[in-house]
């Protein structure tokens, strides 16, 4: 798991538009409640390719609304790395797989429904202790950037949130919140008083959004200043706290997939000049200034982040990625964060690309950091396997295929078949596609 790339793919039964492509935490903008249909905005183009050494396997590709296969070289000896224990901060999971924070806008008027508790107490008994963890979840009402997502910053919030965290924590799930703020992948029409997104610069994404009132260009942003830039930090700090509130065992920071953190982060859009901007040191002192603040709040070993070192989803891109994220991974190991998670440079968006510059790999920050290592994107079962035994990761996320497949742990374990996952539910409103996919005791085979 947020999400993304999105692109569109005509329903000529209709005419409207349904999502074609999907990742974790990437999160589409949907039609008002009720409806089962969903239009999605295009976004910035992806300039180079990168690799990461993981692809030359030959692999069973997992893609598109089949049943994935295996490689006939996975043994019991091999899936048992998945069932290794290991340190998480505070905690310990007993195996390696990670449930995806994945956008599913189910939470009406940013509220989570009762539909949310049935939802997370089937990924908390699937995951065999695991680590889960929740969507993108706003952290203040300037956050937002799409329709029925998640917020934690009201009293409500709190309180509808609580029946989830226990629901999932009863069911045996080691439950993070991820903390979202969009910044300038939003529109005026998702902000207060329609007042402009804001972001480190006052440069719009590319491409369009699709708002309440339809498919509209990006607004373009406030650049934020000094007191902009600590009330954000602030409201971070202030949603870690409401989350711990709200029964989650911890946080992570979302600081990847171009949203306001990355947009700090990266040299495109950031081009301030003060002490947030130029430099690599002065670009990423917002992501450190909000790791302090929640460290501080609730306690290192109950804090996780996330990056995208070579992503550029909503039009944010930097032509030193490795440079930029050695720097900050060294600076994230002075606050003893309970991990790292980072997406793998084949993930462009919600697609996967061909990688020509080897050097662009996750494992310059795995050997830099740490702490517990977490690596996402494009992961099927035997390309964790090999990340596990090349020690290229601690803990690997799946999203998708966990999506569908609430027990995957146990999938994994058995050789089982795998549901199918069905792309045209994963951004509706209702229940289907959501809380009724089997598990393998409800009648799947083998």
Known sequence: MALALLRSSLR????????????????????????????????????HAETDNL????????????????????????????????????????NRLVYAPLTRCRAIDSNPQKNMIEYYRQRGAGSEGGLVLAEGTVISDTGFG??????????????????????????GGLF???LWHVGRSSHADFQPNKAAPLSSAA?????????????????????????GIAKIVDEF??????????????????????YIIDQFIKPTPNNRTDEYGGSIEKRCRLCLEIVKAVTDEVGANKVGIRLSPYGEFGSVADDKPNATNRYLTEQLNKFGLAYLH?????????????VTDKTYNLSHFRKLFDGTFIAAGGYNRERAIEALQKDHADLICF????????????????????????????????DAGYIDYPFLEDGIKK
């Open 55 to 94: 692809d030359q396997k030959d692999l069973t590709k997992q893609k598109g609304d089949v049943k994935p296969g295996y490689s006939a070289s996975s043994t019991d000896e091999d899936v048992s790395l998945f069932f290794r224990p290991q340190q998480v901060g505070a905690y310990e999971v007993p």
């Open 399 to 430: 999203g998708r295929h966990y999506l569908a497949n609430p027990d995957l742990p146990k999938r994994f374990r058995e050789h089982a078949e795998l549901n199918s996952y069905n792309r045209d539910t994963f951004y509706t409103n209702d």
């Open 146 to 171: 799409y329709s029925h997502v998640p917020g934690i910053f009201t009293k409500k919030h709190i309180e509808r949130w609580q029946d989830v965290t226990k629901a999932c924590k009863d069911a």
């Open 342 to 354: 980072m997406v793998e440079p084949r993930i462009a968006g919600n697609t996967e690309v061909d």
């Open 237 to 258: 700090r202030q949603a870690a706290r409401n989350a711990i509130d709200a029964g989650f065992n911890g946080v992570e920071i979302h600081g990847a997939n171009g």
């Open 203 to 227: 440069v719009a994404a590319e491409g369009d959004i699709f708002t309440p009132d339809g498919s509209k260009p990006h607004s373009t942003p406030k650049a934020l200043d000094k007191a």
């Open 176 to 178: 993070f919140c991820q």
């Open 12 to 47: 000529t039964s209709t005419g409207l538009r349904r999502a074609a492509t999907w990742q974790h935490n990437t999160a589409p903008a949907i039609v008002p409640v009720g409806s089962k249909s969903l239009r999605t905005a295009t976004s910035a183009k992806r300039e």
